[in-house]
Every structure is written in C-alpha cells, then in structure tokens.
C-alpha cells in the first residue's frame, strides 16, 4: 500500500512539474517480437528510465543521449535504468532513448520532442549569486516570439525540494517577463533545475530548461578583516585577513586568493605591478619602503573545491606606509605666506596713518648748471618788473564846539 502510495504521489509531482511543458513522447519499436518493451517512462529529475515488459529478460540495456552529448548506456537486469546522477540532460533540444535486449532483435526507442513555434523559447539564460544568498536570473525573449508572449520561472534546488514559481519577477518596458530576483538561496551539491516556459495568444511557445550548479555562478565576497602590519626591519609588511563570506567550507585551502599591491604615488601611465595569488591567509610584502604609499586590495576564488572558481568581490582599498615627507615644505610655505602677510599690513598701517614725507624729507638735489642761465633770466626779468605807484590820502576830522 506504501508503495503504491508513494508511486502515485511521484507520478502526481512528476505531473506538477512538467505541468508547463509542451511536448511529443513518441516511441516505436521491432514489431517482430511483438513489442514485449511498452509503457516507457522517464522520471527526469531522479534520471530514472523504467517501462514494463510482457516477459522476464535477464539482461536490458538501456541508452539515453541528446543532440549535444554523447550516448550513456547502461546495462541492468531488470526494467529500471538508472543513469548516473551527473548526468542531468535538458529537454528543450530533445533527448532519445533506446532499451534493447542482448542478443536479440527486441529494441524500442523513443524521442521526447519539444512542441512550439521555432524562436519563441527564450535566449540567453544566465544566473548569479551574490551576498551569500540572493541570486538573479535574467533572460531575452525569443526573437520570433509574438508580441504578447509572457514567460514564467519554475525552479527546483534540488531534487529533495518542491518546485516554485518565481515569486519576484524582473519586467521589461513592455511589461513582459525578463528575469528573477530570488533571497534565502542555499547552495547546495545538487545541480538546481530550471524551466522557463510562455503563454501566447497566437501559438505555442517553446520551453527551455537547464540545470546549474549553483556554487559555480556564486561571486564570492571580498575577503574578511584585511590588516597589513609593517615595520623597519627585513620582515617588511606581514599582510593577513580571514576567508571571504559562502556557506561552510572546512578547509581553508579550498580558497585562492589574489593580493594588489600598488604605489599610491607612481603615475597612472606607468606599468602596474601584477597581482600575487597564494593559498593561505597570510603574505610578506618584503619590498615595502616607509617613505612610500601602498595601496592593498584582495579577492578570492574556489581552487579544486565545490566553490566558484571565478575571482569574487575585490576588497575595499588599503593604505598603508608613510609616503613622501610633505611636513618641511608646509613649515617653509607657511612661513613665506607668514612673512608677506606681516609685511602687507606694515604697508597698510603706515599709508593709513602716517605721512612718509614727515617722516622722510626730501634730499636735496645737485643744481644742474644748464638750466642755471634759464633761472637767470627769470629772476633778473623778475627784477626789472614795472612798479606802480600808490597815493596815500589822508583826510582829517575835525571836531566843532
């Protein structure tokens, strides 16, 4: 009864989440054998090939492949294939399968083709996680799609999860549906299967799935609690800071780290020292100068671990070491600003309040014997002036008795 149950409850979720999908399952087979192989089954989320047979064969052999792989076969002794977990094919370009019979001409074959107008699926799919557990999904429509075409997101982390429609959904002018905004994303060893299909006014619109591996779209963050310890003697800079912020990783060397050391104050156009990578936590910057500025950023990548092997977050900008003395030329310029100041006021104070002609009288100057005869002249036609004469009247009063 319990296996009953639980097979009905597989096929009701199998159901579910195919639900969406529009497509042919067509099989053919020898009908020599008067086709013993029927009721072909794919459970594509378990990878599990089953059918039923009308007599009891030792040995099958069963075959699955796509138009981009090739074929994986296996041989089992009874009506249930199951491939190899890593094997997870997507629908959206068709898949075939084949179970034979050893030794015998009783083969069927089947093809599970796609339905829907050529050009609607969507294009470009890619997806990214970023700050731990938010991930985005983005996608365009199919350049043949119709104008009112709109796409839905349905996606499972792995196979012990249930399946979900995207809850936040990124639109495009238009309205339509272009991409995915998911939170409390856990990234697990599984591969995540997602399935973007459309709805249409005027045809069927193509499907498209893919499974993704979610700890290889992760963008590690920067790395944590980045000091850089200098001093004088030949140990230079002891450069030290903590594994970047992911879901558990017990060993520390599954990381690759990526150290930017720069000159603050070496031009731009000059050529950059290129970056150091290490595997531990720890760096000795043995060419440090105190009288320089150092710039220091730092990121890291998964090196042979289940973390992203792309390079994450850089970390924010480091400075350290003293760089250039500026302190003398403040000190010289403050006193050559101090002393023209003083010497400005002087020069107001004196103009405001004081004449300079009191204080200073003018030094007597060298007569210049060439104009001498010139002022000459002028006093002796000075002299020979015409005088005028004046009467005095005098008028007497006198008094009457």
């Known amino acids: 009864m319990f296996d009953t149950l639980g097979l009905i409850c597989m096929i009701w979720w199998c159901m579910m989440l195919f639900h969406p999908l529009h497509a042919d399952f067509q099989c053919r087979g020898s009908e020599a054998q008067g086709l013993p192989i029927t009721n072909v089954k794919m459970n594509w989320r378990k990878m599990e090939l ?48 084949i179970i034979e019979v050893p030794n015998t001409n009783i083969s069927k ?67 339509r549906n272009t991409g995915c905004r998911f939170q409390n994303v856990m990234i697990k060893t599984e591969k995540a299967y997602f399935l973007v299909n459309g709805s249409s006014k005027d045809s069927v619109i193509q499907f498209y799935d893919e499974y993704i591996q979610l700890y290889k779209i992760e963008i590690l963050t920067p790395p944590l609690n980045v000091t850089a310890n200098c001093t004088r003697d030949s140990a230079g800079c002891i450069i030290t800071w903590q594994p970047p912020l992911t879901r558990p990783v017990k060993n520390i060397t599954c990381f690759q780290y990526e150290i930017s050391i720069q000159n603050k104050d ?20 043995q060419n440090y100068n105190e009288k320089k500025k150092y710039i220091l950023k730092i990121r890291a990548r998964g090196k042979n671990c289940l973390i992203s092997s792309n390079w994450g977050e850089w970390s924010e900008p480091i400075k350290f070491g003293r760089g250039k003395d500026y302190f003398i030329f403040v ?41 001498a005869s010139i002022d000459e002249d002028i006093q002796t036609e000075y002299v020979h002036l015409p005088k005028k004469s004046c009467t005095e009247e005098i008028t007497m009063i006198e008094e009457m008795t």
């Open 266 to 285: 070496e031009p731009k156009e000059e050529k950059k020292d290129p970056p150091v990578r290490v595997r531990n936590n720890r760096y000795e910057f």
């Open 50 to 97: 089953s059918w039923e047979s009308s007599k009891n064969f030792s040995t099958y052999k069963c075959t699955i492949m796509d138009t981009d792989m090739e074929a994986v076969e296996k041989e089992v002794n009874s009506p249930l294939c199951r491939f190899p977990v890593e094997q997870y094919i997507p629908l959206h370009k068709g898949v075939f399968f």
């Open 331 to 371: 000190i010289l310029f403050l006193i050559a600003l101090g002393t023209i100041s003083v010497t400005l006021l002087q020069y107001c104070l004196f103009k405001r309040y004081c004449s300079f002609k009191s204080i200073f009288s003018p030094i007597p100057q060298p007569r210049n014997k060439l104009n």
């Open 109 to 175: 074959s089947c093809t599970f083709i796609p339905e829907g107008m050529n050009g609607s699926a969507i294009e470009n799919f890619s997806c990214v996680i970023y700050n731990i557990s938010l991930m985005n999904c983005t996608w365009q429509a199919g350049r043949d799609a119709p104008g009112d075409t709109q796409y839905f997101l349905y996606w499972q982390n792995s196979r012990d999860d249930e399946e979900m429609e995207c809850e936040l959904y990124i639109k495009d002018e238009n309205g």
